[in-house]
């Protein structure tokens, strides 16, 4: 851990146009594909001073990249795409609605570890026949030393605001901010798709109205 520590605190930040916070590796299956050990080499040629690796529901990355980037001129930021459980009912066959995904990025050292705890929970508390997610309850008491994305059109806020359920997407997003009291950004993604599209207006309006920073990801 202390290789990792000094890592996060030494390696140079010149500034940059765009650096991306929510990069999927070859260790979230069927999402990405990049090698780690690739992805040093590719921040250099684009210029870019630091990267995010955001996984789903792991950090198999995180060992791969602290080892890799010393020296490089790159800072790495260690975060997960974390899936967080949905609190609707049941539908008719019976089946529980698939949590909603967000994004934690490790602050300092003390979230480093409570990621690595929300991690651990989620694949060994889930239960069986369920997706992988951690409950809000547990979230929220390890929320300390994380900085969260909101998840863009697919997270909780927009599918919620894609339901036309605007007053619960407002209560969520306060709960969120509560958690991560100014460690919360409404995230922004434009690939041209109709959900990025037909949601992005609502979230632009409740990021201004509850004053909650904006990040754009790809």
Do not use: W
């Amino acid at each position: 851990m202390g290789r990792m520590k000094s890592l996060i605190k030494d390696a140079p930040l010149p500034h940059a146009g765009f650096v991306h916070l929510r990069v999927h590796t070859a260790y979230s299956l069927s999402e990405g594909a990049i090698p780690v050990k690739n992805l040093l080499g590719l921040c250099q040629d684009n210029g870019m001073p630091a990267v995010a690796i955001t996984d789903t529901n792991n950090m198999f990355g995180s060992l791969e990249m602290s080892l890799s980037f010393p020296g490089g001129g790159v800072q790495p930021i260690m975060g997960c795409q974390i899936a967080v459980t949905h609190m609707g009912t049941v539908d008719r066959s019976g089946r529980k609605p698939e949590p909603d995904p967000v994004v934690l990025l490790a602050q300092n050292e003390e979230g480093y570890y409570n990621l690595l705890k929300l991690t651990s929970h989620a694949f060994l508390k889930t239960e069986a026949g369920d997706s992988v997610q951690v409950p809000m309850a547990f979230l929220a008491t390890h929320a300390a030393g994380l900085i969260c994305l909101t998840g863009g059109a697919g997270g909780p806020i927009g599918r919620l605001i894609a339901n036309e359920q605007l007053e619960e997407a407002k209560e969520y997003l306060l709960t969120l901010k509560e958690m991560f009291p100014d460690r919360l950004y409404v995230e922004l993604q434009r690939h041209d798709l109709e959900i990025e599209q037909q949601t992005e207006p609502a979230m632009l309006d409740f990021a201004y109205e509850l004053d909650i920073p904006l990040v754009a990801t790809n």
